[in-house]
Each structure stands twice: as structure tokens, then as C-alpha cells.
């Protein structure tokens, strides 16, 4: 018959626990880039057109959010 293991420490336990959470964050980082990119696939396949459109508007908001924050900061592109 076996010995009965003894009962593990809580500190390891612990430790044990906080390894995992490296890979739970990967994990759900990845998965919600997955389901956020997932409805642009469909358009990307269904209509070379609308694709194009919604890339080309994704950069222009881009930009339009860099040269706002580089506004309000105080730095723009022509001199004063």
C-alpha cells in the first residue's frame, strides 16, 4: 500500500499558482486579437474593395489620433 504523501506547503502552492498566470495573459491577449480580427477576415475575403476601404481608414484614424495627441502636446509639423 502506498504512503500517503504529506500535505504541500501553502509559499509552494503559491509559487505554483503565480507561474500560470504568464501564460493565462498570453493566452487571452492572443484570443482577443483573434476575435477582434476575426469579422475584418471575412470582409478581407468576401471584397478585396471594402478591404482596402477599411485599411485605409484604420491608417487615416491612426494618424488622425497621432496628430492629435502630438497636438496637444504641444508639437506639430510647422514652425511657429
Known amino acids: 500500500m502506498p504512503q500517503p504523501q504529506p500535505p ?6 503559491f509559487v505554483e499558482n503565480v507561474s500560470r498566470y504568464p501564460t493565462y ?3 487571452v491577449l492572443l484570443g482577443g486579437i483573434w476575435a477582434g ?3 475584418f ?3 478581407y475575403r468576401k471584397s ?3 478591404a482596402a476601404m477599411v485599411t485605409l481608414g484604420s491608417l487615416l ?3 488622425f489620433v497621432y496628430l492629435t495627441l502630438r ?3 504641444g508639437n506639430t509639423f510647422w514652425p511657429e
Open 8 to 13: 504541500r506547503r501553502l509559499e509552494d502552492q
Open 25 to 27: 495573459f498570453i493566452t
Open 37 to 39: 480580427l476575426q469579422p
Open 41 to 43: 477576415v471575412g470582409l
Open 48 to 50: 478585396p474593395t471594402a
Open 61 to 63: 484614424l491612426l494618424l
Open 71 to 73: 497636438g496637444m502636446t
